[in-house]
């Protein structure tokens, strides 16, 4: 019985996983901000393109190394949680694997053509594996030992907090645009 994960639940889960990434990272971006006293209200705050390349550069490194310590863990992402896929190594869960597996799928991840074909080459591949699969020794299967429930959880928390920071913050990351949703209460502060 093949109980490896399809590629559209891992292509699901990885997108889950950057959105809640970047939903917390936003989440510790409006503490700093709430602490420092930077008003929303300010329209001559805006983040330079300088700022932006090494939030992204930020973004990379806490990706990576949530992507180590929770496969590490619990064998398992938010996003592939909420898909109900869970990371079998072959070799044992080590450290090492982890730090492999992570490393080549941030590069895939983030320079977008090697994804492309590790995740082609992975649809053709009969155990569904790409590269930083095969390089780990590693599968991704369509089981888990955790409640799924807990990883729909830890995805909407990471949603909401990237909705209230685009809400509130858009003006300074650059975004300009009328949403709208101010006129509702929970978006007062």
Request: glycine fraction near 6%; proline fraction near 2%; include cysteine.
């Amino acid at each position: 019985m093949n109980n490896n994960a399809s590629m559209t639940d891992r292509a699901c889960a990885i997108f889950l996983d950057l959105i809640t990434f970047i939903g917390y990272v936003c989440g510790v971006c409006m503490l700093i901000f709430s602490v420092n006293e930077i008003s929303t209200e300010v329209n001559s705050v805006k983040i330079s393109q300088n700022q932006l390349i090494k939030l992204a550069i930020v973004l990379v490194v806490v990706y990576f190394a949530l992507d180590v310590l929770l496969t590490r863990l619990f064998a398992t992402t938010p996003g592939k949680l909420f898909m109900n896929c869970d990371v079998d190594f072959h070799m044992g869960n080590s450290m090492v694997h982890n730090i492999i597996r992570s490393f080549f799928k941030v590069i895939c991840l983030f320079t977008v053509i090697p994804g492309i074909i590790s995740y082609v080459y992975a649809s053709g591949n009969p155990e569904n594996q790409t590269y930083h699969d095969r390089l780990a020794k590693s599968n991704v299967t369509s089981t888990t030992r955790m409640p799924r429930f807990l990883g729909v959880l830890i995805v909407l928390g990471g949603v909401a907090l990237l909705v209230l920071f685009i809400v509130n913050y858009r003006e300074a990351i650059g975004l300009n645009f009328q949403i709208g949703l101010k006129s509702f209460k929970i978006f007062e502060f």
